[in-house]
Every structure is written in structure tokens, then in C-alpha cells.
């Protein structure tokens, strides 16, 4: 199994990785996930052993490799934009590494044969590399970094350059495949959906850190900080100061907001930021309910099984919900606003 | 070019090539086969074939570029990595330095060796004040390693830039895939590095040969008496013994091998398969690490910097030195630095073999570069525009175009001889085909340049252009010219500093009234006493100038050009 233990890189001077530690379990998928830039490449090619860390260390079974050169880690590596070595056709790329393992010809020709066959590329065994297709190149690639069975396999944002249908494709048939291994993987990927639908854990990186780990269900509920609420896509913000901590209520440009989030976690008086998810609304006529407001609508944009309004609160505050029927343009709405659907963080100095 | 979608238009633009390359390339070849093949009514009793001679000079010829090419990739290869690979402090300077070469006439490499290992040049100078001897102790001229050093020095540059950008190109997560999969860092190299680079290390090599194979000027300069080539013994043939048939037999021996080797270059070039990828500048690079890094690219550095500098430098301050030597021993008398060579320069002595002051020559250098460039701008944009890529006849006359690249310079100024000498008056206007046969040879140079361009510019863009309110008259001027400006001027500049710089055609033509200047380098070299030999020193020095600036300014437009791009 994988441990890092407060791993340090810099660039430039620039801190490019700052104390990051975790560790990937004996059959474990664990995602990184994070804007590009943010460090996440960097930790791949050191726990590839293609960089070495400025501190910290990197364990694999409990004995320390950083100093380990790469083709002796035994990890498998699957490049962005793949890699592929232009002069050797399908076949040959991926028994490159079974060659440099002094494995006989025989069992190279059965392991390629395999590998061919656990990706669905029997037939083009013989075909120069640079004639494939995008989904083409990402199975040879896969099937390259897994023929020398490595005790570990990497992915770095495998889905790269491929179209949103072949990705939805491919995405479900690497799940199968990975949940099927033995091995820790490690996928790399700026991409929520990609994560959500292949890691047990998510780690998000961001700025050299990680700032969140866990389950992608909790992560997604439970966002740590605004930050990562936003880098979900979570846009609908409100700054806030409370003033209730039963019910939790907070003054807003708004008005006055209830929800549920943080209760007992803050003290009247402090600032707060909200988010309200984008499934939070219903609309009502009615101005006696909790969390009542009115808005008007500026724009109705339709996205196939729902669809997205603009509200404008007040005349100051615009808000994007997700509903389920049309409302013009220009009219306006009341509507209440689910306490169970507003997250809350402390307002950060 | 949109406006020349239209197929007559198009066909328009052909007549003047297709008469260009009649007249002063396929009359003149036919001419060479013509005196070779047929006993002609002049013939003299020398006129025959001397098969030993010729076969002694094919083997030499071949010799000398096999070893030469062997000696070039040995230091061509190493400073490939270097430049594909590392980043250091001063690397900028040293690429701008290793490629000037390229652009520099054989006149002004062979006077810069000599002015640094010729018998007055600096090391021997030097030698002799310390040794206090009268004769010159390093005796490198005329022999093979002048000739393979001059070589050398010359032809790493193209090495540098085929392998060496190659180098920088070949994306590193190739190495880096292979580490991964278990490669060793000498698996990574034999089986990814070296296999990806081949392609291009091939075409290096062949162009390196070639241009080892049809070297001319070096061999005759630096070589002397002893070491003749084909192309040497042409010249020698044809000016000294007026042997035309036995000059002509060698030519066509020299141009079936060259024609091959350009054939095979161009084809070789063509299906490079190194992984192109677009990079942010400097990603592959890294800064040399570990000891050996360290070792490895300060020696090559100082290895390159003695062997791209040496010459060139030595070269200029020769040319403003002026020192007495005492009478028995060689010990300097008196020595200062001034411009004497080159106020000599106006002056028209008696002793002088030429009839006309050597500034004259500049003069006419300039003159000659002018209308070469002129003529081979005019001939290259009508062959690059009217030329689509698909069309085969279009093909052939590019094809045709690319023919000079193949035959070498004095097979050419032997053509031009044979074919127009027997006009009446010939002699007279002799010197006006110079601009001719340099244009033809600036010619593929222009072509490789601008047609690239020229084909890469998206039709999209005319339309856009259009329904922007451009008349399809002028399209042209708002699309094509502003695109293509650049590469006009770096082809300009080529096709100018080729015509300067040009030896081996121009040595056949040349009358002593209208000397260029690298055969007026070439006459006060070979003449006797110090005062000649300084003004050689400020004529090729002025030669270097030219060549240099014109190149800074081709170096500076490319980087224009990359700061746009991104």
C-alpha cells in the first residue's frame, strides 16, 4: 500500500505541493481531484518517481522509495495524451514493458493477447499508433500501463481530449475494469462528474494542498469551505451575519435567512457565507412560509429535463435554480427557499 | 493565393520559370553532355579522358565526406542533446552562434582558418614571437585536417538544427512512459530516444555528406595542390588544362551522386515521424543537474564556442592587424591594430593582379546580389503561387525547381562556360550571367521558404476576408502580403547573402575586370607578401559583416514570428 507523508515540492521557489500526505489502500481507487495547476500532475510524477519530492516521504508497504529510481517502483503510469510511442505499432507498445521485464516470447504474445482483449482491441494489433482513433489511443495506453501488472496504476486525466459521448462511454467501461483490479489506483482528473463516477475516496487538491478528502457522496453534501462548494459549480453565494442560533438565522442583502446547516457551530454576530443549492427552491404564492421571497425572473434557459432561471432578489442579488416549468421572462416569482437545501461556512479573514 | 485559383492565370505565371530554367539550367547540363560525349572540332590534344585521374578523385572525394560527415556527427550529436535538452546560461548566443555558420561564404571560412592556423596567422604568429623562429611551425593548411576542421565547423550547425530541434521536440513523456513500463535510462535511450530521432539524424547525415561531397571552396583553399575532389579537379580540368570533356565526364559523375543524395534527403525529410507536439517554450528543457550534467555541457560549450568562434574572430582582428616581422628571426618587430587593410582596400597598386581597386569588387558583389536576389524572389513567388499541392504538373514544377539543389555549384558555372562561351563576344558579357546562376541556385532556398507559407495561409481567411469588404483584386495586399512578409524578407536576405557569398559558379564566369569579392578573397590570398594577405583579411572580414547582419536580422524576424504565434 501507498503512504505520503508530508510531501513538499517547490518551483521557481513557488510552493507547487505543500505538506501533502495520504495514503491508498490495498485495492482502493482513489481520485485526485482539482483545478489544472494545482499540483495534481506533480504528485503523480512523484510517486511515479519521475520527480523527487523537496521533503517528505513516499512509502510504499511501510519502506521509503524515494530515492527509488522509476523503472524499478513497478507503478504503472497512463500519460495525458497517452504516450503512445509513434514508432511502434499497437501490439508492440503495449509488450514494450513485458520486454523489459526478460519475460519469454511466448507469455508476451499470451499477455498482449490478453490485454488486447480486456480493452476490445483484438483487431488492431497491427496498427500504427498514429492512425487510432482518441478512444483508440486511451485503450492502448491503458492496456500498456497495465500488461507488466503494476503493483500500482496511475491514471493522469485519461479522459483528456475526448468528446463528451465517447468520455460518458468510456468512463463506465474503465469503472468496470478498475473495479475489477487487485491494485491501488490513483486517478487524476479536474473533472467532478469523472471522479464521482470512478473513485471510492476523492482528494481535492488545490494550490498544493488538499483541502477536503473523503467519499464523493460527503463531499458533494458537505463541501469544506466556499472554495470547494464553487469549484462544484455552486454558485448561488450570500454573505450573512447571524443573528439566531435557534433557529439558525442569518441577515443577508436579501433579508433574513433561516437553515438548518451548523447548528451549534456558530455565535450571533459572526460572518458567515451561504450557498444555496440549485434544487433549493418551490414556488409559492404564499408569504407566510419560512424562507419566503420574491424575484423576478431574467432569463429561462432550457436544458433538456429541467430548467435553469435567473432570479434577480431585490434588484441586487441574482440567484440560478433548477426547476421543473418554464416561467417567463420579466415576471416575477415568490418562492420559498429549502433550509435543508443552504449550506453555510464561517467567513474566512 | 486566391486570385490564382484560375487556371490560365496560373498557367500565365509558369511561362517565366519554366524559360529561366531552360535557358540557364537544362542548356547549360545539355551543353556539359554535349562537349562530353561528342568529338568536338576544338580538340585539343589534352582533350581526353584520364580514367586513373578520375578515379583516384571520385575515392578521394568520398573519403574525405565519409570521414568528415563521421567527424561532424561525432560533435553534431552531443550538441543536439545539449541543445535539446538543456538549459544554461548564454545557450541563446551559442544557438545564434553554432547556425551562423550556415550562412557563411566558403571564402570567409577558408580566410578565417587561415587567419587563424595559416602560415601568417594568429597561432603561428604567435608561436614564432615565442619560439623566435622565421618559419611557421604549425603547418595545418593543405592538409586533411584543415580540410575535415573547416568541415567540421561548417556542417555541425546543420546537425544542430535537424537533430537538435528534433531533440527538443520529441515529447519527454515518451522517455518518461518508458521509464514507467521498467526502461532503464539506457533502454529509454536505444529503444525510444534513438529510434524516434533516427529519422532525423539520417537526414542530417545525408545533407551533411552531400554538402561534404560538393564542397568546393574549402577543398581549394585549404586543401591545396594535394587534395583534389571531383569538384576541385573540374576546375582544375576545365581552367588549367582546358579539358572540357574529362571536366565534363567528372561533372555528370558528380551529379548522378549529388542528385541521388538531394533525392534521398528530400524523401528522408519528408517522412520524419518524430511526435510533434505544440509546447510551451523551454518545457522539455532542464538545467543540468547532477556533476556529469554539469561537466557535460560546460566541456561541449567551450569545445563548440573554440570551434564556431575561433575562426570568425581570428578572421577580424586579422583584418586590423598590421605588424613587421624583424629581419632573420621571427620575432615581431613591431605590431598595432589599424585600418590600414582596409584603406588599402581603395587603392589600385601596381603589383596588383587586377586591373581595378578591390573595393570594386564589393561594389560589384552587391550589385550581382542585387539582381540575383531580385531574380530569384521574382521566379520563387511565381513558382510558390502558382504551385497548389495537389496538382502533379504543379508538382513537377517544383519538383524542377528543387533540380539546382542537386547540382553542385561548379558543375553549374562549367555548363554556364561550355554553353555561352562559344557566342561571339561571349567573354564580354560573361559577367552578367553571375546574377543568372546565383538566382538559380538561391532559387530552392526561396521556394522552401515562401511556398510553405504561402500554401499554409486558410482559405477561410480570403472569404473572411471578402465579406469584410476586401475586393478579391486586392486580397493580396490585405491577406497574402502581410502574411507572407516575413518569410519574403528571410528569403530576400538568403537569396542575397548566397549571391555575396558565392565561389564555385562565379570562379568559372568571373573576368578580372569584374571580380566579386569572395574571388578577389580568393586571388590576394593565394598572392605573395603581407599586404595582399591583410587586404584578403579586411575583404572577407567586410564579407562576414554583410553575412552576419543579414543573418541577425533573419534570427530576429523568427523570433517576431514565435512571439506571434502564441
Not at chain 1, 12 to 29: A, C, H, I, W
Given at each position: ?9 517547490n ?19 482513489v ?23 523537496d ?7 511501510g519502506?521509503?522509495?524515494s530515492?527509488?529510481?522509476p ?8 500519460f ?66 497495465l ?10 486525466e ?6 463528451r ?5 468510456l ?10 483490479m ?13 471522479a ?6 476523492i ?10 478528502s ?13 472554495w470547494?462548494?464553487?469549484?462544484f ?6 454573505e ?20 438548518s ?22 414556488v ?21 429535463n ?24 420579466g ?9 435543508d ?9 | 493565393?486566391?486570385i490564382?485559383?484560375?487556371h490560365?492565370?496560373?498557367s ?11 535557358g540557364?539550367?537544362f ?13 568536338g572540332s ?18 578521394f ?22 541543445f535539446?535538452?538543456?538549459?544554461f ?19 570567409v571560412?577558408?580566410?578565417g ?31 586533411m ?17 535537424v ?18 513500463l ?7 535511450f ?8 533516427l529519422?532525423?539524424?539520417?537526414s542530417?547525415?545525408i ?26 579537379e ?10 572540357l ?8 559523375i ?40 554539469k561537466l ?9 564556442v ?46 596588383s ?5 578591390p ?5 560589384n ?30 508538382k513537377?514544377?517544383?519538383?524542377l525547381a ?32 553571375i546574377p543568372?546562376v ?7 532556398f ?16 480570403y ?13 493580396w495586399?490585405?491577406?497574402?502580403l502581410?502574411?507572407?512578409r516575413?518569410s519574403?524578407?528571410t ?12 565561389f ?19 586571388r ?32 530576429r ?10
Open positions: 500500500m501507498l503512504e505520503l507523508k508530508h510531501i513538499e515540492k518551483y521557481n521557489r513557488l510552493p507547487l505541493l505543500e505538506d501533502v500526505s495520504f495514503s491508498v489502500g490495498k485495492d482502493e481507487t481520485c485526485i481531484l482539482g483545478p489544472s495547476g494545482g499540483g495534481k500532475s506533480t504528485l503523480l510524477r512523484i510517486i511515479a518517481g519521475l520527480e523527487e519530492p521533503a517528505g516521504q513516499v512509502l510504499w508497504d519502506r521509503e522509495i530515492t527509488v529510481p523503472h524499478l517502483r513497478e507503478f504503472g503510469l497512463m495525458q495524451d497517452y504516450a503512445l510511442f509513434p514508432h511502434l505499432n499497437v501490439f508492440d507498445n503495449i509488450a514494450f514493458g513485458l520486454h523489459l521485464h526478460h519475460i519469454e516470447e511466448d507469455e508476451i504474445n499470451r499477455r498482449v493477447d490478453e490485454a488486447l482483449e480486456m480493452v476490445s482491441l483484438q483487431q488492431i494489433a497491427n496498427r500504427s499508433v498514429t492512425d487510432l482513433s482518441g478512444g483508440e489511443k486511451q485503450r492502448v495506453a491503458f492496456a500498456r500501463a500488461a507488466p501488472k503494476p503493483n500500482l496504476l496511475m491514471l493522469d485519461p479522459m483528456g481530449s475526448l468528446d459521448a465517447l468520455r460518458d462511454q468512463i463506465k467501461e474503465l469503472h468496470m475494469l478498475i473495479s475489477e487487485d491494485i491501488p489506483v490513483i486517478y487524476v482528473t479536474h473533472d467532478q462528474e469523472e464521482f463516477s470512478i473513485a471510492d475516496r482528494l481535492i487538491l488545490n494550490e498544493g494542498r488538499i483541502v477536503q473523503g467519499s464523493p457522496q460527503y463531499i458533494y453534501m458537505n463541501p469544506e469551505d466556499l470547494v462548494a464553487s469549484f459549480g455552486l454558485n448561488n453565494k450570500l450573512g451575519k447571524i443573528c439566531s442560533i435557534n433557529p439558525v438565522i442569518a441577515e443577508t442583502v436579501i433579508g433574513k435567512i433561516t437553515f446547516c451548523g447548528k451549534g457551530k456558530f455565535s450571533v454576530g459572526e460572518a458567515v457565507d451561504l450557498v444555496i443549492l440549485p434544487t433549493a427552491i418551490s409559492k404564492e404564499n408569504d407566510d412560509d419560512l424562507n419566503y421571497f420574491e424575484g423576478r425572473i431574467i432569463d429561462n434557459i432550457f436544458k433538456g429541467s430548467f435553469t432561471i435567473r432570479v434577480v432578489i431585490l434588484g441586487s442579488a441574482e440567484f440560478s435554480f433548477q426547476i421543473m416549468t418554464p416561467y417567463p421572462k415576471k416575477n416569482v415568490g418562492f420559498t427557499i429549502n433550509p437545501s443552504i449550506l453555510c461556512f464561517k467567513r474566512k479573514k | 493565393m486566391r490564382f485559383e484560375n490560365r492565370q496560373r500565365f505565371f509558369w511561362i517565366f520559370p519554366i524559360l529561366f530554367m531552360a540557364f539550367y542548356l547549360p547540363m545539355a551543353s556539359i553532355l554535349g562537349h562530353t560525349f561528342t568529338s576544338d580538340s585539343l590534344s589534352t582533350n581526353q579522358i584520364n580514367w586513373t585521374i578520375a578515379g583516384r578523385v571520385v575515392g572525394t568520398f573519403y574525405q565526406a565519409i570521414l568528415s560527415t563521421l567527424i561532424t556527427l561525432l560533435v553534431g550529436i552531443p550538441s543536439s542533446y545539449l535539446g535538452r538543456f538549459s546560461r548564454g545557450k541563446n548566443l551559442l544557438r545564434i552562434l553554432s547556425t551562423l555558420p550556415f550562412i557563411l561564404p566558403t571564402v571560412v577558408a580566410a582558418f587561415n587567419a587563424l592556423i595559416g602560415p601568417k596567422g594568429w597561432l603561428n604568429l604567435l608561436l614564432m614571437d615565442i619560439l623566435h623562429i622565421s618559419n611557421s611551425p604549425i603547418r595545418l593548411l593543405n592538409s585536417p584543415a580540410i575535415l576542421i573547416a568541415h567540421v565547423f561548417y556542417n555541425t550547425s546543420i546537425v544542430i538544427r537533430v537538435g530541434t528534433a531533440w527538443e521536440q520529441l515529447d519527454q513523456k515518451l522517455e518518461n512512459a518508458a521509464r514507467m521498467g526502461a532503464t535510462p539506457s533502454n529509454v536505444w529503444k525510444v530516444t534513438f529510434p524516434l530521432l529519422p532525423s539524424i539520417l542530417a547525415t545533407l551533411v555528406f552531400l554538402f561534404d561531397f560538393t564542397s568546393f571552396g574549402v577543398i581549394l583553399m585549404m586543401g591545396g595542390a594535394a587534395f583534389t575532389t571531383i569538384e576541385v573540374i576546375y582544375i580540368q576545365t581552367m588549367q588544362f582546358l579539358n570533356k574529362m571536366a565534363g565526364i567528372l561533372s555528370l558528380q551529379l548522378t551522386f549529388s542528385m541521388l543524395l538531394t533525392f534521398l534527403s528530400l524523401r528522408v525529410s519528408g517522412d520524419r515521424n518524430v511526435p510533434i507536439i505544440p509546447m510551451i517554450e523551454g518545457e522539455g528543457l532542464r538545467k543540468p543537474n547532477s556533476f556529469f550534467e557535460f555541457v560546460y566541456i561541449l560549450t567551450v569545445i563548440l573554440i570551434l564556431l568562434v575561433s575562426p570568425t574572430a581570428a578572421l577580424l582582428l586579422r583584418s586590423i592587424l598590421t605588424f613587421s616581422l624583424s629581419n632573420s628571426i621571427g620575432k615581431i618587430a613591431s605590431w598595432g591594430l589599424s585600418l590600414e587593410n582596409y584603406r588599402g582596400l581603395f587603392f589600385n597598386d601596381r603589383h593582379l587586377f586591373f581595378v581597386p573595393i570594386t569588387a564589393l561594389r558583389s552587391v550589385l550581382f546580389a542585387a539582381a540575383s536576389m531580385t531574380t530569384a524572389l521574382i521566379l520563387g513567388i511565381m513558382i510558390s503561387v502558382s504551385s497548389s499541392k495537389n496538382e502533379r504538373s504543379n513537377f514544377l517544383g519538383f528543387m533540380l539546382p539543389l542537386g547540382t553542385s555549384a561548379v558543375t553549374l558555372g562549367l555548363g554556364y562556360l561550355s554553353a555561352f562561351s562559344s557566342t561571339p563576344n561571349s567573354i564580354r558579357w560573361f559577367p552578367f550571367l543568372m546565383h538566382a538559380l541556385i538561391a532559387l530552392p526561396v521556394i522552401r521558404i515562401i511556398q510553405p507559407v504561402i500554401h499554409s495561409i486558410p482559405k477561410n481567411l472569404e473572411a476576408a471578402m465579406t469584410l469588404g476586401v475586393p478579391e483584386r486586392q486580397l495586399k490585405h491577406v497574402d502581410p502574411l507572407i516575413k519574403l524578407a528569403a530576400a536576405i538568403y537569396a542575397f547573402a548566397i549571391s555575396l557569398g558565392e564555385g559558379a562565379t570562379s568559372f564566369l568571373t573576368r578580372p575586370e569584374y571580380p566579386t569579392l569572395p574571388i578577389a578573397i580568393f590576394y590570398l593565394n598572392l605573395p607578401g603581407g599586404e595582399n594577405y591583410g587586404k584578403a583579411m579586411a575583404m572577407a572580414a567586410i564579407l562576414l559583416l554583410i553575412c552576419g547582419g543579414g543573418f541577425f536580422i533573419i534570427e524576424l523568427q523570433i517576431k514570428v514565435k512571439g506571434e504565434n502564441q
